[in-house]
């Protein structure tokens, strides 16, 4: 099993539109999460973390569940500039691996 | 400006070289790590390292080696012994806390490896 796990996608969806994508971590010892997006051939950048009440950047909301082990973000009123991949990241323990664990990605394409 | 800076952009080996990757912050970072993507997947740890003259294997770390002399570089050595080397390498650098909080990780823009 993967240590975090995304639906690959893509998710084609219309201007406008609300799209949410899932997560899910295996190792219930993290600590850190986060969402990070990655265009075509970039860098991964950090879109937002994640925090166990959820939390909301504009268009953008994050929540984590750490019951179930799961994390999710919603897109409002999606753009065409939204169309990217997007990771979802856990980061380790305290006393165990520190660095980050990227899930593969979820593709979303946003059209006119 | 503050930032990570990895040279060189594109990198052209011929099979059973040895190459060096750079990868320098000036974010005062303390942790700083190696990623590989290859195309249509997600990211893999080859090495990190949260403090100076210290680093760990990450998942794929077979066939690179590393070093962390100072605390604003981490080079990453590509050898011969990696059998697959073509792909994107992304170098990170973050400050080291964890919960709530906590600050996820900044990337250079990444070196495209091709063995030729």
């Known amino acids: 099993r993967k240590e975090v796990e995304q639906d690959p996608g893509p998710f084609n969806v219309p201007e406008g539109a609300t799209v949410a994508f899932n997560c899910t971590y295996s190792n219930s010892a993290s600590q850190s999460f986060f969402w990070y997006r990655q265009d075509c051939r970039k860098e991964p950048k950090l879109l937002m973390s994640v925090y166990s009440s959820g939390n909301e950047d504009g268009r953008f909301t994050a929540q984590l569940n750490r019951a179930s082990q799961y994390i999710s973000l919603l897109i409002r009123d999606s753009k065409l500039s939204d169309s990217a991949t997007y990771l979802c990241v856990v980061r380790g323990s305290p006393t165990g691996r520190r660095a980050l664990t990227f899930g593969s990605g979820t593709r979303l394409q946003v059209q006119p | 400006d503050g930032g990570i800076t990895q040279s060189p952009k594109y990198l052209f080996r011929k099979e059973g070289q040895n190459v060096t990757l750079s990868c320098e912050q000036n974010?005062?970072?303390?942790?700083m790590y190696w990623y590989r993507q290859d195309p249509g997947q997600g990211l893999r740890l080859i090495y990190y390292?949260?403090?100076?003259?210290?680093?760990q294997k990450g998942d794929i770390a077979e066939g690179y080696s590393v070093s962390r002399e100072k605390k604003e570089s981490f080079p990453l050595t590509v050898t011969s012994a990696q059998k697959n080397p073509t792909a994107f390498y992304l170098c990170a650098s973050s400050i080291d806390t964890h919960g709530q909080g906590s600050f996820g990780a900044f990337f250079g823009q990444g070196t495209r490896l091709t063995v030729v």
């Open positions: 974010l005062n970072h303390d942790a």
């Open positions: 390292s949260q403090i100076v003259n210290d680093f």
